[in-house]
C-alpha cells in the first residue's frame, strides 16, 4: 500500500511563502504522475498543481505563475513552491499519484492525512 506523508504547512501573512513536501513510499514512484490537491472548509478538493513522470508540469489557473511543483525521484518527494500567498489559499494541502480518467487527473491511492496551510491577510 503506497502511502503519502505531507508536510510544510503553516500560518503565513499574505505574500509570503511556503515549500510543502510529500514523501512517498513505494517503489515505482518515479512511474508515477503526482499531484497536489487542496481542500478549503466547504470546498471539494481540487488538483492544484500536476507533474508527469516525465517532468512536464501543469497548473490550476487560481495558482499559475505562484505555485511551482517539482520532484526527487530519488528520494520519492515531491514538492510544492507556494511564493505570493493570498488568503484564498488557505486549505488543508494533499499530495497523492495521479490517473488520468477521460479528460481529468484522479487520484490513485487513498489520501494521507495532509498539512494545513493558513494565510491570514
Known amino acids: 500500500q503506497v502511502q503519502m506523508v505531507e508536510s510544510g504547512g503553516g500560518l503565513v501573512q499574505a505574500g509570503g511563502s511556503l515549500r510543502l513536501s510529500c514523501a512517498a513510499s513505494?517503489?515505482?514512484?518515479?512511474?508515477?504522475?503526482m499531484g497536489w490537491y487542496r481542500q478549503a472548509p466547504g470546498k471539494q478538493r481540487e488538483l492544484v498543481a500536476l507533474?508527469?513522470?516525465?517532468?512536464?508540469?501543469n497548473y490550476a489557473d487560481s495558482v499559475k505563475g505562484r505555485f511551482t511543483i517539482s520532484r526527487d525521484n530519488g528520494k520519492k518527494t515531491v514538492y510544492l513552491q507556494m511564493n505570493s500567498l493570498k488568503p484564498e489559499d488557505t486549505a488543508v494541502y494533499f499530495c497523492?499519484?495521479?490517473?488520468?480518467?477521460?479528460?481529468?487527473?484522479?487520484?490513485?491511492?487513498?489520501w494521507g492525512q495532509g498539512t494545513q496551510v493558513t494565510v491570514s491577510s
Open positions: 507533474i508527469t513522470r516525465a517532468g512536464s508540469t
Open positions: 497523492n499519484a495521479a490517473g488520468l480518467r477521460g479528460a481529468e487527473w484522479s487520484p490513485v491511492y487513498p
Open positions: 513505494g517503489s515505482i514512484f518515479s512511474l508515477q504522475n
